[in-house]
């Protein structure tokens, strides 16, 4: 390699290094900043802290009239993980039907599905809360976790379906010629090679749900049945002093749970998303 070379080679790592360190700085000052005591929070613009404290973390993880934030994760972990059960489920179906079975109206079907995928949320956000508030389920989880129990999410759908039409129909075929039926093809035959997509969607699901704000806040309003996101809210007061140490303390433990399981199965979800039409 010639110096010329290296010299581009290296130039060119530091600009990455560089637009990366830039990238990362808002997070590396919220990580910074809950470490900080609440004075020197804005005062102190540096990443390195001037003075260390923990009581920013101690202070919000009591959380608010009596509930602590331990309640906060648990509920956020509960509406996650139902969703990500119910995603899995139901949309493995769905996408399992329209890759593989002939059925009357499949075409209709199919293109009605695409079209739900491009109505904004906002579009169908009244017609949902005047259904869900008529089944009183406001003030409760049904509205959030539902809806992922009936193959809700078109988007995860299209993807799964995408990935099916690539498995060989071969399978299917030798399958039926030693008496599969049709629930034996997806359990034994289907759901084994569609992983990689599953995992795709459980943490697209996770994720979503977990950092769900808006939905969130429409239909909740006890506190006993807030999740990290409304708990973090709950810590800014705009009327009055709001505890910014441990309203980004709280903000930084939000970010865990995701990142762990973003680092744990990302090998799968790298594979997922080659191997599916997210390319």
């Known amino acids: 390699m010639t ?32 470490f900080k005591p609440n004075a020197l929070i804005f005062s102190d613009p540096g990443l390195w802290p001037g003075q260390f404290t923990l009581e920013n973390y101690v202070n919000g993880w009591k959380g ?9 994760f648990l509920n956020s972990a509960t509406i996650s993980v139902l969703s990500v059960i119910g995603n899995i489920l139901t949309c493995s179906l769905a ?11 499949k075409g209709v079907l199919f293109a009605c599905m695409l079209v739900t995928i ?23 989880y049904l509205p959030l976790i539902v809806p992922k129990w009936l193959a809700h999410d078109s988007f995860f759908i299209l993807l799964m379906i995408q990935f099916i039409r690539g498995i060989p129909k071969e399978l299917d075929e030798s ?8 629930g034996q093809l997806y359990f034994r035959i289907i759901i084994p090679l569609l ?14 749900s977990w950092d769900d704000f808006f939905s969130q806040m429409i239909y909740l309003s006890r506190i006993n049945l807030f999740t990290v996101q409304l708990g973090i809210r709950s810590l800014y ?35 997922g998303i080659a191997t599916t039409g997210l390319k």
């Open 237 to 271: 007061d705009p009327s009055g002093s709001s505890d910014w140490g441990a309203l980004l303390a709280m903000s930084v433990l939000s970010l865990v749970p995701i990142m762990t399981i973003f680092m744990l199965f990302q090998k799968h979800f790298l594979e």
């Open 175 to 182: 399958a039926t010629i030693d008496g599969c039926g049709q």
């Open 3 to 34: 110096d010329d070379k290296m010299i581009f080679r290296l130039g060119r790592h530091g600009v990455i290094i560089l637009f990366g360190l830039l990238m990362l700085y808002p997070v590396l000052w919220l990580l910074s900043s809950s």
């Open 95 to 105: 996408a399992y039907a329209f890759a593989r079975l002939e059925f009357r109206f």
């Open 118 to 140: 491009m109505l904004p949320y906002h579009v169908v956000l009244i017609p949902q809360y005047v259904i869900f508030s008529k089944l009183d389920w406001v003030n409760t």
């Open 195 to 208: 992983a990689p997509a599953l995992i795709t969607t459980a943490i697209f699901t996770f994720i979503w």
């Open 64 to 72: 608010l009239q009596g509930i602590s934030f331990s309640r906060f």
